[in-house]
Every structure is written in C-alpha cells, then in structure tokens.
C-alpha cells in the first residue's frame, strides 16, 4: 500500500533464488507436452515480487493459510524475505503477510534461528544485536509452493512447510556440530513487541509463548495477541541437551539462563527496550532437526492443538505434498494450453494465481477483540480492501464463489460488530483508511460485486443478501464519529454532493485529506449500493444511489488545463469554489518528486497515492458522460493517448490499472477503438511485469497486481460491482476456467492465436487484434464486451477470433461498454 508509487527498476544487487528455481520451472513447462497430469505448482516461481519492493513472501503457506514460514531479513522486509543479497537473516518465522507495504512490516513473531556454538550455551550469541544474523549462501534460495529453502552462509539449511494453522520447520547442519536454536519471545519485523511471557517444559519438549504486539498499519495505539507452541523432540526422535532462557539490552549484553525455564515480561516493563527468549540444543550430534509449530491468536492451548490437529505426527514430506495438493486444486480452476502457450506467460499466469490465493489470511476460529467467539468466518490482513476490490475479488467470482463467499461474511460480520465493514484488517485490528473511506471503497464494490454474480446461491453460500444490504447502507449513510480507520464521511459528502475542502464537521473527525479522490471513490460506490438495490427491487433506493453515483460531476473543473488538455477533478470548497491543484501533482512528472502522496497530514492535493492526471479517468460505471467532459472521443483519446506517452501511467499503483481511472489502459474501449486498448495492454505488462525476482512494477498489494496481470494475460477485464466482462485478446492459445460450486466450466479458445504477438508491441502482421466474438457458436453484436451469467455462470465455448488488420477490428460494433448515462446497467441477472 504505502510503496505503491515506486517503480519497476530492480535492485542493483544480486538476487538470492537458486537458478535451479527457474532451470526446473522451464523444465516442468515442457514436460507438460506430453504429460497426462499436470502438475500446476510447478510452474509457480514464488519468488517473483521478492525484490523492486514488491513486497511478496515466498514462504511456506497453503491457501488463504493464517501462516506463512519464511525468513526474516534486515532492512526494508514488510514480507519478512527479500531478495537483496546484502541482507542478513534474523530467523524463521511463521506469520507473515504477502504484498503489502507498511514500512515497518507485519509480524515476524516467533523467530527461530539455527546456530552453531563450539563453547556450548554460553558462548551462544542468540541476540539480534549479539551477532546472531547471518548472511545466506549465494543463489541457491528455493521455494515451491507449500515449501520454502534458504541456507546460511555458515551451511545451516533452513526448510519449512504448513497447513493452514501450523507447520513444521527442518534444520540440516554440517556434520560434527551440537544443533543449537535461539527462539525469540520479543523480536518481531517492526518492533512492536508490548510484553508477553515464554515456557519451556523440557520433559514434553514443548516451549509455549504468548504476548502482545503493535499494529502495522493502524494508529498505533493498538495491540494484538499472537501465541506459538514449539514441539521440539520430533515424535520421540530428538532429545533436548541444554536448555535456559536468556535477554539482551539495546546494547547487545547478553544474559543467559541454563536451566532457566520462563520468561514472563508485562507490558509497562518492555516496550521494545530488550530481546528475550529460548536457547536450546539437542543431544547426539544429529544432522538434522525438525520442529512442529502452532500458531494462534487465541491461546497458548489453542496454538498447541492447531499443531496436533493439523500436523500430528506426519512427516515433512507428507505436509509438503498436502500442501501440494491444495495448490494444485486451486491452481487448475483455471487450465491454459501450456504446449502452445510462450513460456513465460505460462509462468506469469501460474505465479500470479497462486499470489492471489496467499491472501487474505483465513483466521477463522481465531478471532479476538471484538470478534471474539464470533460463529461467522473470520479473515484477517485485508490489506487493503481498496487495492483488491479492482481485480482481485472479481477473478475470484469466475471460480470461486465458496471463497468469495466466506470473506463476504467476513466482511458483513464486521458490520455486525463493529457498525460498518472492514477496510485494511490487520493483525486483528483495524488499519487506516485509504483513497476513499475503509467501508465503501471496497467493502459496498466487493459484496455488491458477489450479490450481483451469486445472488441466485448466496443462501446456500451462508450469505444473507438483506444484512448485506444493510451493510452498504450503514457504510453510505452512518457517518462514525472517528472515519479514519472505518466508515466514510458522509455527512458532508450527502450533504453537498461531494466532500468539500476545508468544510465544518462538527460530529465526526477523521485526516481531512483526499476530498477529491474520496469524492471519486464515494460516488463509485454509491454506485455498487444502486446495484444491489436494483437486485433487490428496491425502486426508491436505486434511484437514490443512481444519482448519487454522478456525484464525481461535482468536482469536475471544466477550466483547470494541463498540457493542453482541459478539465480536471479538483477538490472543491463548501462554497462551490474550486481549490486547484497542479494536475501534475503527485505523478511520475510531479516537479517535486519528494511530495508526500499518501496518508500524511501534509498531502493537500486532494488525492490519494496518486494525481489529478490518474483519478481524472475514474468514472468506471459512466465512461460515456466522462467522454463528453472531456470533449468527445477524438480529445478524449488523444487525452488517453498523451496519459501514456506523457509517463502519467503507473502499473504498480491501483489508479493507474482499475477504478481509479478505470483500467486506463482498455479505455479506448469506451471510445470504440479497442485495437487501441490492446496496444496498451501488451506495452502495459511486458514492459512493467517479467518472471525475476523484481518482475512487479511496486508492491504487490496483496496480489492486486497478480490479479490486474492474471485479467490481462486471460483477455479481459471486470467492471467491478457489475456482470459486465470487457473483450481483450488473450496472450494464450486457450483457456478453461473451472467453477466446482456451480459444477460448470467455460473455455475460450483464440482463433487464429500468434504468438509473436504476445510482446510490448505487436509487431506489423502479428494477429492481435479482436475481429469477433462467438458464444456457443452464436457471433456477438459487440466483440468488446459480454455478460458473466452469458458465460461462466452458465459455462460456454468462446471463440475470440483474432486478426491482423487492426484497422479492421478498431471498433466495438453494435456497442461500448454499458455506462449509466445512457441506459446501461439497467437491469441485473
């Protein structure tokens, strides 16, 4: 989230994956040839989004698992591993998050680090600031998904797999060393630890801890309670030597404790200012040792029957191949034709899948806080609703829908607890509210994006859709008296149509920043409640929210001109005057790179994480009157055009590729010239997205880029919070998409597919462009666009014929795109 605005580029230094990741992942695609299984997971490289910031872990986890073992690194490490060969590792940890970007990290709880001390316990270092990070080995880093390798430069090999609740860790030292451990009570990524207690019981070999922590994107007066059980003697195969507890100050003394067995610090007494934790070795000089870990946010009791229940005594290999084989199921709901498909856009479209099924994290049974002993399904790390609410929860409704449906509850029983739902859950609490407001932005675009495909199932799906709509509404109308971590201010926005710059607000507070941008986002949204409202037959309020959703006319500045192109959303006083900003402000071409974009106080351009430039193109649901204030298709796509050429587009930032402005690069569909949206869309992914380690253009934003590059490579693209599907060309040959809910499937086949084709620029004679659309053998009036429920709700053949002659297949036919203006959405299914 917060690193969204940095650029593809790389770092200078070395990455750390073993070449073998991507000699066996080449491999795997062409055995596919003549396989007669295949195996998906082998054509993941976890390791994509690992360096340029894309803040991705490529650790051990199942989908949506609540763990994910993965090292800890120095430096910027939200996702606990980086790729960057000069950091060093601090441990194996359990809990982590995957593509997001507070600063400071999430989690790292419960590091564990292997050492080698000749001297015995007390010559051990198991601080952070004694000495105890190591450098790893170079290039020899490896992960498939369930599974996770890294080797200290010291030959201490560190592997790790998981359920979704516990895992098991395996260390394997250098022949002739005593295996020591350092297992961490205070330490996590951003250093929040507020107090906690640690146990080791040696006769059960069993060390227990429980405390508190700081929340990673949130006002920082919060706190949550993480618990860890720690089974060290392997079913009987392992034997303990020495024990003992030990602490450290900020100066890096170190005092130790053999046969010390507990660690009790409360709250008042730590705020961070000591390391504290376990030190244990294991007798017989083995070579390997193996650990079972369980994690929990409720107990102690809790974490150690996670571990039981989930792993019990079953070896490694047998948690590495189920973990295998939940992949493998998520993975194949959606079959490419891997013989005929480029390789590399087998291997982006494998990997951007199974990032999209890392997160959110499925706490359920979990919960704490307000949460506590709820009956409904409990997600956590909903990091951010406004990132996903584009691409993710809408690739989710084509194969998904159980899923979808579980965090949908998730999100209404945040309505139930808390008054409105959930935007950027963290670490089980609530995080800051982004470019709109933490409810609305998201939450009314993504359960009204799951009533509008699954309303004929939500009842068996455990969704009720009148509390669903009763949540969008308590979003639209119930204004919190605190709107910085939840609701949206809409005392002010229903009050004058937009939310005013410098207004009176005498009964709610909340960072009075982003008015123009939250003004774009609240009228999407209202747009979403009108949808369901539609569904629901409910005639007054559709007609409400209908002419709410043009409230983004309100902050349009007809006079405002950059680059010699005029009109502009601009931020605007209660009075109806205008409070202009530079367009330019806060783009790739800001004057002062250095502007703060984000949430700071001192953001006054009125726009979030991104510029006038960007949201300007935000009207996804009325593109049609968006062309008209632009001045016609003809400024309106030279405009679009100069947006690109100019350096004004940013594929790792959320406005640049969905809502915001709404998916930039195929919005020449609304100007009928979509010849013009494929171009867009080659140079988009092939020059922002490639299969090393710094192959995402910025922070993965819990698998938001995944899900923006997954639509692409498949050739199409969602309008959130409605059924409509726009019309690209695939960058594969074929593709089946697998719904097991509905027990139906859909294949699209590209006739006349060139592979040539599949690069930045389509090169002169490459077949590229859409000529026609059939369904089920029946040609569509509009190769542009089609409807879900004509598709795969039902399962269909689609035939996407592709041609040569761009000039040819320049036209929507019949029909753009639906907008609201002028007839569309006018019904639902």
Same mark, same amino acid.
Request: net charge negative; charged share 20%; hydrophobic share 30%.
């Given at each position: 989230v917060l690193t969204a605005l940095v650029v593809a580029g790389g770092s200078s230094v070395r990455a750390q994956p073993s070449p073998e990741v991507q000699r066996r992942i080449t491999a795997a695609i062409k055995a596919a040839v003549d396989a007669s299984t295949v195996d998906y997971t082998a054509f993941v490289n976890p390791f994509i989004g690992t360096d340029n910031f894309g803040d991705v872990c490529p650790g051990a986890s199942v989908p949506f698992g609540m763990v994910k073992f993965v090292t800890d690194m120095t430096? $910027?490490?939200?996702?606990? $591993?980086?790729?960057?060969?000069?950091q060093f590792v601090r441990g194996l940890s359990p809990l982590h998050d995957s593509g997001t970007g507070s600063s400071l990290g999430t989690y790292g709880n419960f590091e564990i680090m292997p050492l080698i001390c000749p001297g +015995?316990?007390? #010559?051990?270092?198991? /601080? !952070? *600031?004694?000495?105890? %990070?190591? !450098? *790893?080995? /170079?290039?020899?880093?490896?992960a498939t998904p369930g599974y996770f390798s890294l080797t200290l430069d010291n030959s201490i090999q560190m592997e790790a797999t998981s359920t979704r609740r516990a895992g098991l860790e395996r260390f394997t030292f250098p022949k002739g060393n005593t295996p020591f451990f350092t297992l961490d009570l205070a330490n996590d990524l951003p250093g929040s630890f507020q107090g906690g207690n640690l146990n080791i019981d040696p006769n059960a070999g069993r060390i227990t801890i429980g405390g508190f922590w700081g929340d990673s994107f949130g006002p920082g007066s919060t706190k949550y309670q993480a618990f860890a059980c720690y089974d060290l003697l392997n079913n009987g195969a392992q034997k303990l030597d020495q024990f003992g507890v030990w602490t450290g100050d900020l100066n890096g003394v170190v005092a130790r404790g053999l046969g010390e067995t507990s660690l009790n610090f409360p709250v008042s007494l730590i705020q961070g200012a000591i390391e504290a934790g376990a030190l244990f070795s294991f007798s017989g000089y083995p070579t390997q040792v193996t650990i079972r870990v369980g994690v929990s946010f409720l107990s102690e009791a809790q974490a150690c029957a996670n571990a039981e229940s989930e792993i019990g005594t079953a070896a490694f290999e047998e948690i590495v191949a189920r973990s295998k084989a939940l992949w493998n199921e998520r993975l194949s709901r959606i079959e490419i034709d891997v013989p005929h498909t480029p390789p590399n856009v087998t291997e982006l479209l494998y990997s951007s899948l199974y990032r999209a099924s890392l997160t959110p994290n499925n706490a359920?049974? %979990?919960? &704490?806080? @307000?949460?506590? @002993?709820?009956?409904?399904? =409990?997600? @956590? #790390?909903l990091y951010c609703s406004w990132d996903t609410f584009r691409t993710f929860y809408p690739l989710m409704s084509l194969h998904s829908p159980e899923v979808f449906a579980q965090i949908v509850d998730s999100y209404i029983d945040g309505y139930r607890k808390r008054g409105w739902m959930p935007e950027c859950r963290a670490n089980n609490i609530p995080g800051w509210t982004q470019g709109g407001d933490s409810t609305c932005s998201s939450g009314d675009v993504i359960v009204g994006h799951f009533a509008i495909h699954y309303h004929n199932e939500a009842k068996a799906l455990g969704v009720d859709l009148t509390e669903l709509y009763a949540a969008q509404l308590a979003d639209a %109308?119930? /204004?919190?008296?605190?709107? /910085?971590? &939840?609701? *949206? &201010? #809409?005392?002010? =926005?229903? =009050? =004058?149509? $937009?939310?005013? $710059? +410098?207004?009176l607000d005498t009964s709610s507070i909340g960072r009075t920043t982003r008015e123009g941008s939250r003004t774009l986002e609240y009228a999407f949204e209202d747009f979403a409640i009108r949808q369901v409202a539609l569904l629901l037959n409910k005639a007054d309020d559709e007609a409400k929210y209908a002419n709410r959703s043009l409230s983004y006319r309100n902050i349009w500045d007809p006079t405002v001109e950059s680059d010699g192109f005029r009109g502009f959303m601009q931020k605007r006083f209660p009075n109806g005057t205008f409070a202009v900003v530079d367009p330019v402000a806060c783009s790739p071409n800001d004057p002062r790179p250095n502007r703060e974009c984000s949430l700071q106080s001192d953001n006054t351009i009125g726009f979030y994480e991104s510029s006038s430039w960007e949201y300007s193109w935000f009207v996804p649901h009325d593109m049609a009157y968006l062309i008209t204030m632009m001045g016609g298709n003809s400024t309106f796509i030279k405009r679009l055009d100069h947006f690109f050429n100019a350096g004004y587009y940013l594929a790792g930032n959320e406005p640049s590729f969905q809502a915001r402005s709404p998916r930039t690069p195929i919005s020449y569909h609304y100007a009928n010239t979509p010849a013009s949206s494929v171009d867009a869309v080659r140079k988009a992914v092939f020059t922002n997205f490639d299969i090393t380690p710094a192959g995402l253009p910025g922070n993965d934003d819990q698998a938001a880029m995944a899900t923006l590059l997954t639509w692409h490579l498949l050739g199409l693209y969602p309008v959130p919070g409605t059924s409509e599907l726009l019309v690209l060309s695939p960058m594969v040959p074929k593709y089946t998409v697998h719904n097991p809910y509905l027990n139906v499937s859909t294949t699209v086949t590209v006739d006349g597919f060139d592979a040539g084709s599949v690069r930045a620029t389509v090169p002169l004679g490459a077949a590229a462009y859409v000529q026609s659309v059939r369904i089920n053998n029946v040609t569509q009036a509009s190769p542009c666009h089609f409807d879900f429920y004509d598709t795969f709700r039902a399962g269909a053949d689609i035939v996407i014929t592709v041609t040569a002659d761009r000039a040819a297949a320049d036209s929507c036919g019949a029909s753009v795109p639906q907008s609201i203006s002028t007839g569309g959405f006018a019904t639902t299914r």
């Open positions: 430096g $910027y490490a939200p996702a606990g $591993y980086v790729a960057d060969a000069t +015995g316990f007390d #010559s051990c270092a198991p /601080n !952070l *600031r004694g000495g105890r %990070e190591r !450098l *790893r080995k /170079n290039n020899i880093d490896d359920t049974g %979990e919960a &704490q806080g @307000d949460f506590a @002993d709820t009956t409904a399904f =409990y997600f @956590d #790390s %109308e119930v /204004n919190p008296p605190e709107w /910085n971590i &939840q609701g *949206r &201010q #809409s005392n002010v =926005y229903n =009050y =004058y149509g $937009y939310v005013p $710059y +410098g207004a």
